[in-house]
Structure formats: C-alpha cells, structure tokens
C-alpha cells in the first residue's frame, strides 16, 4: 500500500542557510500534519494543512513556513537555520475516515544544521 | 489542553517477561489513545489505539492496551517480550475532530538476552 513518502531522508546545512522538507500524503489524502522531533524528544507538533488551507498550528518558529500544493503535497520551508532546528521532521496522513484513527508517519527527514 | 505522562523513561525486561509500559492522560473531553513505535532512526508506527467500543484494544506483535478512564491510563502490556520489541515506544493523545498529536516524552524498552 502507498505510504506517506518525505524528502529528502538526509539534509545537512549550515547556520543561517535554508532548508527545504518536501511530504507527499498517501495519495488522495487531503490532509498532512508536520511534527518535529528533537534528539532524544518526543515528536512535537508543527502546523497543519487540510485542503490546502492550514488548519492549525503549533509551536512553529516564525522562521518556517509551510504550504500544501494542489496535488496535496506540502513544503515545510526553513530560514535561518540554527543548531537547534537539528531535528527529525515528520510528516503524517491521516487514514481511515474516522474520526480519530490515527495516521501513517513518513519516514522522516533527518536535518542536522552545522 | 491534553497531555500524557509515560511513566519511566527506560523500561528493561528479561526475554519471555512481561511488559508493562505505563501512559496516562489528561483531557477534559473523551480522548483517542494511541501507542506508536519507533525503531532507531525510523519513522513512528502504529501499534494500537482505542477511539470508542471496547476498553481493550489489541494491536500488532501481540501487544494490548486497556483504557481506564477511572485511572485515566492507557498502559501498554505484551505478555513475553522479545528481542526485536527492542524500541522506543511513544504514548499519544488526540481530542475531538482534531487528528493533531499530544505525545508523551516515550519509553524506551530494552529487552535483555
């Protein structure tokens, strides 16, 4: 079955560059929720999109910014990159059409700001 | 506002032992549990969840969990361990329509030869 694909797996910057995490939902999926996991963290809630409009957001450094395209991918874009924002980010698509089922995680894109 | 709290950070059975993973919750409203894995360097998987219906929920690799809203927990028990259920292990909460994720700070399990 199709999976919620993220690119890249591995990105490396440096301070004060800019990163780019691309989510592809399982396909037909109008929803996609970004999560940032810090080293040794529990995931953390970014932002939201459903139907291409955000849907809600969390604690999102003014720095990002995030979309989610036509065909339903979504961009999380990052500007001036610190040490801090080395992090695992992933992207989650909701399945199952009820309320509250849960949803399938990417992989992951592993950032590491140098 | 929803949290959870897993209680111990880091768990360590013998092979064939128990496992008992403890979570419990906070919400004002009826919530939605759930209990990820999380292998190194990979993604989060589902192992279970409870939504509404019955209180035990059984999920994949022969874990379960039972919702006790009279405890507010939601512990996460395997009857004998094995080594590949060597992970981290993250308890989860969501209220409402919102499928947005309150995450407990994880457990990792260790399962000893």
């Known amino acids: 079955a199709a999976g919620v694909i993220q690119s890249p797996r591995h990105l490396i910057k440096e301070k004060r560059e800019t990163a780019t995490l691309k989510c592809y939902p399982i396909?037909?999926?109008?929803?996609v929720y970004w999560y940032q996991q810090g080293p040794g963290q529990d995931p953390q809630f970014l932002i939201s999109f459903y139907e291409k409009m955000q849907s809600d957001k969390g604690s999102i450094p003014d720095r990002f910014s995030a979309q989610q395209f036509s065909d339903y991918h979504s961009e999380l874009n990052m500007s001036s990159l610190e040490l801090g924002d080395s992090a695992l980010y992933f992207c989650?698509?909701?399945?199952?059409?009820?309320?509250?089922?849960?949803?399938?995680f990417g992989s992951g894109t592993r950032l590491t700001v140098v | 506002a929803q949290s959870v709290t897993q209680l111990g950070s880091h768990v360590s059975v013998s092979e064939g032992a128990l496992v008992l993973l403890r979570c419990n919750y906070s919400?004002?409203?009826?919530?939605?549990l759930f209990w990820y894995v999380q292998y190194p360097n990979q993604g989060l998987q589902l192992l279970l969840k409870y939504t509404t219906g019955a209180t035990l929920v059984k999920g994949i690799n022969g874990f379960e969990a039972e919702f006790k809203k009279s405890e507010t927990s939601f512990h996460l028990t395997k009857p004998s361990a094995h080594m590949s259920d060597a992970a981290e292990y993250f308890c989860?909460?969501?209220?409402?329509?919102?499928?947005?994720?309150?995450f407990g700070k994880g457990t990792l399990l260790t399962v000893n030869p």
């Open positions: 919400s004002s409203v009826p919530p939605y």
């Open positions: 396909p037909r999926h109008d929803t």
């Open positions: 989860a909460v969501s209220v409402g329509s919102n499928y947005k994720l309150t």
């Open positions: 989650a698509s909701p399945y199952g059409g009820v309320e509250g089922d849960g949803y399938t």
